[in-house]
């Protein structure tokens, strides 16, 4: 029988009828464990010491390990929605899958460079050509900016694994940073559909805010340029020329917010999470303009406001909110989940606020986190892996 037949799908097992539920599953379990490992090899109780070094694990699966698993699970979810054609299920799907797990595995096992980078190399461009493919095929062209931002993820990646192949540290911190600005231009592509229409939706509004083209294009070409001048090089040291490029960006980013805001959010923890997350990209942006003008003393606790507060932020949203739509149920999340939510955003405050002050913010963060994702796993792991309650596929 054909995937594309009506209830094709319901011959799969449900855990491979569509993108989101393996990716979202093991992505949110990778992110227990990552942190876990990472925090346990700084307290010196793990002896494991990864290919090239605990920090550059560390580096690496933040945006290249837990980041792409969960985009991959969207994408492949949402083009689906897109092109109204099925997305990756079955045997494609657990190949696509297959290749993330196993460069997941492949730190563990330290392998020869030779081996390692091509396994951690293999997945975004895949990814890539599938979203590509279903996309030129319904002429979704508005779309092809994913697929833009996917390849250049990849060449992040080649640099930063490059870096590692020549022991180059400030290779690597390009190639990582610089993908941590695409991910944020990618939440400025995917949240600028989803964030109005999400709150309309959860709060009754008769309308969304109306779309503002020109300030979406001009917030992706801005990001665009910050990870173009991070991977050169450029952003890692502070010039002060570069501050009202950041500060133009946190103008894009407030404006957003701005045009989107409803009082009523706070009574919906599916709707305000999206919206704390979305903001943490305007305060990473003010934090490297703060640095670039020599007032703040470390960098990276704006690239900790990024990684952790807003991508961690908008995955742990995204995740909530699209696993519970696309298995057919109300979207009710548990009572939990708003804490999850709360605990993700306290540890992204402790990461860049306490952290800075005191040695204990570190292991606040990273337990806040862990505490986060595993709540999300305890109310979600079992519906991710068990059949629509309507009956549909996927």
Not at 75 to 97: E, I, K, Y
């Amino acid at each position: 029988m054909l995937l594309s037949e009506p209830g094709a799908g319901l011959q799969i097992q449900p855990l491979w009828r569509l993108g989101f539920r393996p990716f979202f599953l093991a992505g949110s379990a990778f992110a227990v464990l990552a942190i876990a490992a990472w925090g346990a090899l700084l307290a010196g109780w793990l002896q494991w010491q990864p290919v090239g070094g605990s920090l550059v694990w560390h580096r690496h699966e933040m945006p290249f390990g837990f980041g792409a698993a969960i985009i991959a699970g969207f994408l492949l979810t949402a083009v689906q929605n897109w092109t109204n054609h099925p997305g990756l299920r079955g045997r494609p799907l657990m190949l696509l899958f297959g290749v993330w797990l196993a460069a997941r595995l492949a730190w563990l096992l330290q392998p020869p460079l030779a081996v390692l980078i091509p396994l951690q190399l293999a997945f975004l461009p895949l990814l890539a050509v599938v979203l590509g493919v279903r996309l030129h095929a319904a002429r979704q062209r508005h779309n092809y900016p994913l697929v833009l931002v996917l390849g250049l993820l990849s060449l992040c990646q080649a640099e930063t694994l490059y870096g590692l192949a020549q022991a180059d540290d400030h290779l690597q911190r390009r190639g990582v940073l610089a993908a941590l600005w695409l991910v944020a231009a990618l939440i400025g592509i995917i949240g600028g559909r989803v964030i109005p229409f999400f709150t309309q939706r959860g709060l009754g509004l008769t309308q969304a805010p109306r779309p503002a083209p020109r300030l979406d294009r001009l917030g992706l070409g801005a990001a665009l340029l910050v990870a173009g001048l991070t991977a050169s090089g450029v952003g890692l040291q502070a010039q002060p020329w570069l501050a009202p490029l950041f500060l133009l960006i946190a103008s894009l980013h407030g404006l957003r917010l701005w045009r989107w805001y409803q009082p009523g959010i706070w009574r919906v923890p599916l709707l305000w999470s999206l919206h704390l997350a979305y903001a943490w990209l305007a305060v990473a942006a003010l934090g490297m303009a703060a640095w670039h003008l020599g007032w703040l003393r470390q960098p990276s606790l704006a690239s900790h406001a990024l990684a952790v507060g807003g991508m961690g932020g908008m995955i742990l949203a995204m995740l909530a909110r699209v696993s519970l739509g696309h298995t057919g149920r109300p979207l009710q999340p548990a009572p939990a989940i708003a804490w999850a939510f709360a605990s993700l955003h306290l540890g992204a405050a402790c990461r860049v606020v306490l952290a800075a002050l005191l040695p204990a913010g570190l292991w606040l963060a990273a337990l806040a986190w862990a505490v986060a994702f595993m709540l999300f796993l305890r109310h979600y792991a079992a519906l991710l892996c068990q059949p629509r309650v309507d009956g549909q596929p996927g």
